[in-house]
């Protein structure tokens, strides 16, 4: 069902969770972002679900994927699952050793850490009344996906100076907050976001 060629105007591709799980959609992915990443942003957010992932398989498939994203985006739970031994700050270092351009880590109340190969940076979560996380992750995806194709930085070769993923991030962190203020899996509307420079 994939397309043999995608429209230009496609910049990104996301994926993760369970689309990098189940067949046939996993391994159709998978060939998917070989095809794509050189020409367009790939974003994987891993998203791990114990008990639902055959655990020696699904880590070699996110190695794979990994190698091949530009970005990476995950919680500090997720990279704990990649490597359980090591800081999420550590294994930010190693997601961007083995391909990725950009890490970004959802650290909940502890706000957002972004890595590149020459800096990191760290954001303060936006207090909020919490009523329901569900959805908070992918709104912070979308959020930073957003901002960076708002900023015309959603490229194959993405590289941001340290205020402008420090922006991005603290852009992302507002739309996770605003998610977890109401019930549902209900990210806001781009009119409930701040503007964006244009």
Known sequence: MVP??????????????????????????TDLVHREHDGRVVML????????IPDDEYRARLREVIA??????GSDADL??????ASYQSAAEQLLDAGARLVVVTLGAGGAFGAQPDFQISVDA????????IGAGDSFGAAMLAW???DDALKPDLRLEQADLKSALDYACLA???????PGADPPWKGEMPALRS
């Open 80 to 85: 704990a699952w990649l490597y359980p031994d």
């Open 4 to 29: 043999a060629r995608l429209a230009p105007d496609v910049k990104a591709l996301h994926l993760g969770t369970l689309g990098m799980v189940l067949e046939p959609m996993a391994s159709t992915l």
């Open 45 to 52: 957010d891993p998203n791990i679900r114990l008990g639902l």
């Open 176 to 182: 996770a907050a605003i998610t977890c203020s109401r």
């Open 68 to 73: 091949q994203s530009t970005i990476v985006k």
């Open 148 to 150: 960076l194709y708002t």
């Open 126 to 133: 936006v207090p909020v009344e919490m009523v329901d996380t």
